[in-house]
């Protein structure tokens, strides 16, 4: 990255935009180590991060050149210290012969993919509590259905291109499911109501091992 294409977003914020969604990823988890002054929130989006500041204490001239200096975080699951939220989940999903059929994986091996990685929460969007999720493995690129779902039940575990999500609560959605977990990721009852923001680590595990 050799420099940020920094732009004003209102009296309050600055949209910084970014080539590839892995380097919105690296960036964002740099951001804490650098601390730039007055910064008051961050909302990740698949090319772009909206930085919202108080205008009492920086303005966008002085955190523009703070953001210079921020050094992105490397692609290392070892680099980060906040160990992964553990989500349970049993692989029964309606999709998982489609998906076996398109990568040409056993289901064991679709499971042991799945389970076998870190996930990042890159971006949230569509409804409350659902995250987009990139992961440090290979990714499958699979294709969305071709005809999407009228109603995807709550806590359905599913893949789309790049990603993997949980649906937070029955929707339509285009998504391949191949399992489902009893994690809420939105409730009212914790703080925040999301169990995965944006930078959020999750490791997935078989809930049938």
């Known amino acids: 990255m050799t420099s940020l294409d920094v732009r ?3 009296g309050s ?9 892995a380097e919105v990823v690296a960036f964002r988890a740099g951001l804490p180590d650098a601390g730039p002054t007055g910064l008051t929130d961050v909302v990740s989006g698949a090319r772009t991060l909206l930085l919202r500041f108080d205008p009492t204490r920086t303005d966008a001239t002085r955190l523009r050149a703070e953001l210079a200096q921020v050094a992105p975080a490397p692609d290392d699951d070892a680099a980060v210290d906040a160990e992964p939220v553990v989500v349970p989940v049993t692989y029964d999903g309606e ?13 064991a091996e679709l499971v042991a993919w799945h389970t076998g ?5 890159a971006f949230c969007g569509f409804a409350p509590g659902f995250s987009y999720l990139t992961g440090t493995a290979r990714s499958l690129d699979l294709p969305r259905r071709a005809t999407s779902r009228t109603a995807v039940p ?3 575990v599913a893949l789309a291109g790049e990603f993997s999500a949980v649906y937070p609560r029955t929707s339509p959605g285009g998504w391949q499911l191949i399992g489902r977990t009893e994690v809420p ?12 923001p944006a930078g959020t680590r999750l490791r997935f595990v078989d809930a049938a091992a």
């Open 8 to 10: 004003t977003a209102g």
């Open 95 to 107: 999709d998982l012969d489609t998906v076996t059929s398109h990568t040409g994986m056993s289901r």
């Open 185 to 196: 990721m939105w409730t009212l009852d914790r703080t925040p109501p999301a169990l995965a």
């Open 13 to 21: 914020a600055v949209l910084v935009t970014f080539a590839s969604l």
């Open 117 to 121: 990685q870190v996930w990042t929460s």
């Open 154 to 156: 709550s806590g359905a």
